[in-house]
């Protein structure tokens, strides 16, 4: 079975480079393995037309869609009540919800602001959150979860379960050495109009001690397509007088100018 999926990344703080962005990665991973690969992501700030016109879209657009941000108490977590107008239904009280958060704050500390965090659309189904209680919710196919890494992992491992799946991503993976991925781009290129279901990457890799090469992946939703293209990478990789190595490449991270870790630069 065949599904999609879409990312919304919501906040300010992700734009401006003050926060960066850690659920792109995870979220990617764990739908392919669930069968719903993205194949969208967005980022986007705090900014009500933008989040409604951005949700209504991607809704239509995918089978699922997972946005991230915007959920917590301050007057910039606009997320919820953008949602509920991108449905056309309204924000209410939700009670058990509600209990949670006034036993955990207390009532001389559950203030407005909190409060705010017990209010969901009309009709959405909430998305534990055991770190720090406040839920994110679902409604729809669309799938609203906290910005915190932690949190967001956390709702993610109690929403998963929910989700229809579909065909597992698998993809198979060789690397060699002393090989530069322009001598193999025009072998990659025939491979990939070979097997055009399965996505061919490039992946040129190199460090401070001289060594460098280049990882190439295939990657796909039928299993015995992607063992041919993969096979055929392999082959690739030999007639070159490289020597193939199953899996990605075990190296040190390099520095690169603005002094962040970087595996891989091309070449």
């Keep these: 079975m065949q599904r999609t999926s879409a990312l919304i990344l919501i906040g300010n703080e992700i734009l401006s480079g003050r926060t960066q962005d850690e659920n792109t990665q995870f979220l990617a991973y764990q739908l392919g ?19 409604i016109r951005t949700v209504v879209e991607l809704r ?13 108490p301050t007057h910039d977590d606009i997320t919820t009540p953008c949602i509920a107008e991108a449905f056309g239904v309204s924000l209410e009280i939700h009670p058990p919800t509600f209990a949670l958060l006034e036993n955990h704050f ?7 602001a909190r409060q705010r965090m017990a209010y969901l659309p009309q009709g959405a189904i909430p ?13 729809g196919n669309v799938h609203v ?25 698998i993809s198979l993976t060789w690397h060699a050495f002393s090989l530069y991925e322009g001598n193999l781009a025009e072998g990659l290129k025939t491979i990939q109009e070979r097997y055009p ?25 039928e299993s015995i397509t992607v063992q041919k293209a993969a096979s055929d990478i392999r082959d690739l990789i030999v007639s070159k007088g490289g020597c193939p190595l199953q899996g990605e490449p075990l190296l040190k991270p390099i520095k690169t100018e603005n002094n962040l870790p970087n595996k891989r630069y091309s070449t």
Aim: charged letters at 20%.
């Design 106 to 112: 207390l009532k001389e500390n559950f203030n407005a």
């Design 33 to 51: 393995k669930l069968g719903i690969p993205l194949q969208e992501v967005r980022m986007i700030p705090d900014t009500r037309e933008i989040i």
């Design 145 to 169: 979860m906290a910005g915190v890494p932690r949190i967001m992992r956390a709702m993610f491992e109690n929403l998963a379960h929910r989700l229809k799946k579909g065909t597992p991503v």
């Design 197 to 221: 279901q399965i996505d061919i990457g490039s992946y040129p890799f190199h460090c401070d001690d001289g060594i460098y090469g280049v990882a190439l992946v295939a990657r796909g939703q």
């Design 60 to 72: 239509a657009a995918f089978d699922e869609v997972f946005t991230t941000g915007g959920i917590g």
């Design 127 to 139: 998305i534990a959150n055991p770190i720090s209680l406040a839920p994110g919710f679902s409604l």
